[in-house]
Structures are given as C-alpha cells and as structure tokens.
C-alpha cells in the first residue's frame, strides 16, 4: 500500500542518487576525452595501471639504448676514419721501402727515409687523436635485457708500436727489404682492428633495430591498456547526458509530488 509523507519524499532521494551516479560517469568520460586516457588515476584500473607503467618504463630504457647504441656509433667512426688513415699511411710506407729496397744508384734513401720517419710519426699522432694507442675495451648498453643487454668487444690498439713499425728505417736496401715484410705484418694488424670496428658498427645497427621495434611493441601495447576509447568515451558522455538531464527532470516531478500531498490538508 502506498504511502504519502511530507517529511520523508523517498522518490527525490532516489532521483538525488541516480543523478550522482550518472554525474560521476559524465565526469569519467569527460575527463577520459580531455585528457585521451582511460587510466587517469589508480581507481580507474590498478592492476592494468601497474601493467601499463612497466611497459612505460621498459620504453624509456630501450629509447636511451638506442641513443647509447648511435653515440657508440659516433665513436666507432671517428675510430674507423683514424684506422682507414693509418692505412693508407701504410701504404706509402711500402710505397718508400720498396723505392728505398731497389738497388739503383739513383735512390736517394736519405730523402726516403725522412718521409719514412715523418709517416711513422703521423701514425703515432693519429692513433692519440683517435684513443688508439693501447688496445680498449668497446660497450654499449643497448637493452631493457640487464644480464644480455651490453654490445660489446676490444679494440686493438695502432699506433706505430703496436703495428710494430716505430723502430723501422730505411737508409739500406737491407733495412728496406725487412721493412718491407713489417709492414705487410702490420697491415694485417690494422686490418684485425678494423675488422673488430666494422663488425661491432653492424652489431650496433642491429641491436638499434630491433630496439626500435621494442619500443613500437611496448608502446602499442602499453596504448591499449592506458588510452582511451574515443568512440566508446563520446557515447558514454552522450548517454549519461541524457541521464543527467531525465534525472534533474525526474528529481523536479518527485518535489512536486510532496506539494501535491499538502493539497489534502486544504
């Protein structure tokens, strides 16, 4: 049986409570749409908050993995320039000790051998512009992997002692023709450093790409759980607009009924 109060309008209350409920849900799907996040605060889904910052944090390694992995290709061809010089040095070094290891009295071996020397230091100084003049440990931390996530390797060092040609001369045949051989050693020397360089530079590309399809994963995946649904946000905020104003409606006709009671005391 139905009951009539003034002091008591229970169908307002209920009105007063949907439209709560319905203003908070407008005010989820505004902010989800002002800000482009479903997860704006740790009510809104903790455990999926946790599982999208661990994504987040595995972005911001892998992004500093690979601006460590090109500063590291920096270095590497600074390095590879100052090898493919010393090369070519080489090259005129045996240029002069084949000239010199000829017999003909036409050789002017003390012309050639200043050269030669000249070279020799030339190296030497290009080997200290470059850090080569004792063999280096080479590393880049290039992924979200801590125990696997270093590329790595030991750079030979070449300046004229290691390639093993500071001591040469050639002010005779004899000293030419032993020179002759050195160099040929020492070329394949520098050729190991080079090697080294060359196949850490491609181990570096590699490592770059596939940390840079890491962070489209991580970010892809990290974008499902903390952005918002654009389409389904916009039908929301429709919905509970309409919500909000049946509501208010609603709440209007429930405090008329109290005022209709009063007309039985007339």
């Given at each position: 049986?139905?009951?009539?109060?003034?002091?008591?309008?229970?169908?307002?209350a209920?009105?007063?409570?949907?439209?709560?409920?319905?203003?908070?849900?407008?005010?989820?799907?505004?902010?989800?749409?002002?800000?482009?996040?479903?997860?704006?605060?740790?009510?809104?889904?903790?455990?999926?908050?946790?599982?999208?910052n661990?994504?987040?944090?595995?972005?911001?390694?892998?992004?500093?993995?690979?601006?460590?992995?090109?500063?590291?290709?920096?270095?590497?061809?600074?390095?590879?320039?100052?090898?493919n010089?010393?090369?070519?040095?080489?090259?005129?070094m045996?240029?002069?000790?084949?000239?010199?290891?000829?017999?003909?009295?036409?050789?002017?071996?003390?012309?050639?051998?200043?050269?030669?020397?000249?070279?020799?230091?030339?190296?030497?100084r290009?080997?200290?512009?470059?850090?080569?003049?004792s063999?280096?440990?080479?590393?880049?931390?290039?992924?979200n992997d801590?125990?696997?996530?270093?590329?790595?390797?030991?750079?030979?060092?070449?300046?004229?002692?290691?390639?093993g040609?500071?001591?040469?001369?050639?002010?005779?045949?004899?000293?030419a023709?032993?020179?002759?051989?050195?160099?040929?050693t020492?070329?394949?020397?520098?050729?190991?450093?080079?090697?080294?360089?060359?196949?850490?530079?491609?181990r570096?590309?590699?490592?770059?790409?596939l940390?840079?399809?890491?962070?489209?994963?991580?970010?892809?995946?990290?974008?499902?759980?903390?952005?918002?649904?654009?389409?389904?946000?916009?039908?929301?905020?429709?919905?509970?607009?309409?919500l909000?104003?049946?509501?208010?409606?609603?709440?209007?006709?429930a405090?008329?009924?109290?005022?209709?009671?009063?007309?039985?005391?007339?």
């Amino acid at each position: 049986m139905a009951s009539f109060s003034v002091v008591s309008n229970i169908s307002a209350a209920n009105a007063q409570a949907n439209l709560q409920n319905t203003s908070l849900g407008l005010q989820k799907a505004l902010t989800r749409l002002s800000s482009g996040f479903r997860i704006n605060n740790s009510g809104d889904d903790a455990a999926g908050l946790a599982v999208a910052n661990s994504y987040r944090s595995t972005q911001a390694v892998l992004n500093q993995g690979i601006r460590n992995a090109n500063d590291g290709l920096s270095t590497l061809q600074i390095k590879d320039g100052a090898l493919n010089n010393i090369s070519t040095l080489l090259d005129r070094m045996s240029t002069l000790a084949t000239q010199s290891a000829s017999a003909s009295s036409t050789v002017d071996r003390t012309a050639l051998n200043a050269e030669f020397a000249d070279v020799i230091g030339e190296i030497t100084r290009e080997a200290n512009v470059a850090g080569l003049t004792s063999a280096q440990g080479f590393s880049v931390f290039v992924s979200n992997d801590g125990s696997n996530g270093k590329v790595g390797g030991t750079i030979g060092a070449a300046d004229a002692t290691a390639l093993g040609v500071n001591t040469l001369s050639i002010t005779s045949a004899a000293n030419a023709a032993t020179a002759v051989g050195t160099i040929a050693t020492a070329v394949s020397t520098l050729g190991a450093a080079q090697s080294t360089i060359g196949t850490l530079q491609n181990r570096l590309g590699f490592a770059i790409s596939l940390a840079s399809n890491q962070v489209v994963s991580n970010k892809t995946a990290e974008s499902r759980i903390r952005d918002a649904n654009v389409a389904e946000e916009s039908a929301n905020m429709t919905r509970y607009n309409i919500l909000t104003q049946s509501g208010i409606a609603a709440l209007s006709q429930a405090n008329q009924s109290s005022q209709s009671v009063l007309s039985l005391l007339r």
